[in-house]
């Protein structure tokens, strides 16, 4: 299964090294900036959001192995280190970056597909900062995280 995703996956960055050049071509450079802070804007509020879906997640499982209802396995629940590495080593924004490499670039009358350059712009810098800034980070984390006792989500904040 992880063999056709690679394959995918490389097949995006491949079509983003054929893409990006013409959309850029076409954009100002004075653009580009305030387009790299809304990215980065973007990664983070994706960061944050993803964060609070996966700690919530963490809460109802707990919630629902208390209840002992023998669908929640103890096995299943996630300590505070655990919930924190899944938030930070996912969110790659493949399936974003296909859907603009995948809009148009003339509509039907032929005028170009506004914003387009924009949005492609925009997916590329969020998988960029996700993949060097999450990817080059990620190993840091895990070590810091590593040693054997649990930690409350109040520990780990600490920890920084």
């Not at 450079?29 to 993803?50: G, H, M, N, Q, S």
């Not at 995280?145 to 649990?150: A, H, I, V, Y």
Request: some cysteine; overall charge positive; charged content about 15%.
């Amino acid at each position: 299964m992880g063999y056709p995703i690679f394959l995918l996956n490389g097949l995006i960055f491949i079509l983003i090294g054929l893409q990006l050049p013409y959309a850029m071509a076409e954009m100002e450079i004075a653009d580009c900036i305030p387009l790299t802070f809304y990215a980065f804007l973007i990664t983070v509020l994706a960061l944050v959001l993803r964060a609070f879906r996966v700690f919530s997640q963490q809460r109802n499982l707990k919630q629902a192995f208390l209840q002992n209802k023998g669908r929640i396995t103890e096995e299943a629940l996630l300590d505070a280190k655990t919930s924190l590495i899944i938030s930070w080593s996912g969110m790659r924004g493949i399936v974003s970056l296909a859907t603009a490499l995948a809009l148009p670039a003339t509509l039907q009358d032929g005028t170009p597909f506004p914003n387009r350059n924009v949005i492609l712009f925009l997916s590329v810098a969020v998988v960029l900062f996700t993949i060097v800034g999450q990817g080059t980070t990620l190993p840091w984390l895990v070590r810091r995280l590593s040693d054997d006792k649990p930690v409350s989500a109040e520990g780990i904040a600490e920890k920084s």
